[in-house]
Nanobody, 124 residues
Framework: QVQLVESGGGLVQAGGSLRLSCAAS????????MGWFRQAPGKEREFVAVISWTGANAYYGDSVKGRFTISRDNGKNTVYLQMNSLNPEDTAVYYC?????????????????WGQGTQVTVSS
């Protein structure tokens, strides 16, 4: 069992940066691939990024490539999402999730545990 708690969201101006954190409970954190998804009002939940359990591999959604960076610290049971060059289209609730590391990492059903989300709002 893994419990996930996101933090770090807030209000930022366009062009600014935020770093989200996701703290996990449970001794098996390091065995999970960790992902970030987001959901904007009136839209479906969207894949943002995923990182392998070792941290050696990371993949990103097309809309955030080159701007967002996912990382993890297994010693602290925490995964991070560094978000740079934010724009209003990045406004959403951001969720972290833990999964088995499926090749279908962009699909929500491949993740077993979810956090409750943190709001990110980017003003123009």
């Amino acid at each position: 069992q893994v419990q996930l708690v996101e933090s770090g969201g807030g209000l930022v101006q366009a062009g600014g940066s935020l770093r989200l954190s996701c703290a996990a409970s449970g001794r098996t954190f390091s065995s999970y691939a960790m992902g970030w998804f987001r959901q904007a009002p009136g839209k479906e939940r969207e894949f943002v990024a995923v990182i392998s359990w070792t941290g050696a591999n990371a993949y990103y959604g097309d809309s955030v490539k080159g701007r967002f960076t996912i990382s993890r610290d297994n010693g602290k049971n925490t995964v991070y999402l560094q978000m740079n060059s934010l724009n209003p289209e990045d406004t959403a609730v951001y969720y972290c999730a833990a999964g088995s590391g499926s090749r279908r990492y962009q699909e929500q059903y491949t993740y077993d545990y979810w956090g409750q989300g943190t709001q990110v709002t980017v003003s123009s």
